[in-house]
């Protein structure tokens, strides 16, 4: 199937369990070392994946968000992803607020992501989509995986707030420069 087709707009839906096959492919290419596995991807769809989005380009996944929301109406991106062949149209700025859609409409409180210190151009979307920086590991995923935490708020509601002064996040490393 060519998708070289740029004037093509990816179809953003709600995953199916027949998406997980595609989902893990994606994760492999564009995640790896830290893909998540099929098994895992599997029993996160069976808790989380109703609120779960794909971008479907003539049959072919080309990208995802994925949300898990708890009990306490917090959610976390626990991941997203643009197929290369996609990138740089504005896929993955349309995934995140469908994403974030989701969380409004499900009442979400606030939806938490991490995002490697050197991946600017996810840092520039998430910081123009209203995620302040909340934190820093420099081993988040392991040794040599460091992440920033990033919170977006998304309902103003006083029984859950973010706050600034959790220190659960911090490990030496104060705001970046510009926050």
């Not at 197929?83 to 607020?97: A, D, I, K, V, Y």
């Not at 050197?118 to 998430?126: Q, R």
Request: overall charge neutral; proline content about 6%.
């Amino acid at each position: 199937m060519d998708i070289s087709n740029k004037s093509a707009k990816p179809r953003l839906r709600s995953a199916v369990v027949d998406d997980l096959s595609a989902i893990a492919e994606l994760e492999a290419r564009e995640l790896a070392p830290l893909a998540y596995p099929y098994f895992v991807l599997r029993q996160l769809f069976d808790v989380h994946g109703s609120r779960w989005i794909v971008a479907d380009h003539g049959g072919v996944l080309c990208g995802y968000a994925l949300l898990a929301v708890g009990p306490d109406r917090k959610a976390w991106l626990i991941g997203m992803a643009v197929s290369t062949h996609h990138q740089g149209r504005g896929l993955g700025r349309s995934l995140l607020e469908r994403a974030l859609t989701e969380c409004r409409i499900g009442d979400v409180v606030s939806v938490s992501i991490t995002v490697h210190p050197s991946n600017t151009h996810a840092i520039s979307l998430y910081k123009e989509s209203g995620f302040t920086w909340v934190g820093y590991d420099p081993e988040y995923f392991g040794a040599g995986e460091p992440r920033q935490l990033r919170v977006k708020q998304i309902t103003a509601d006083t029984r859950w707030p973010v706050d600034p002064n959790d220190r659960r996040w911090s490990k030496g490393e104060h705001l970046p420069p510009g926050e």
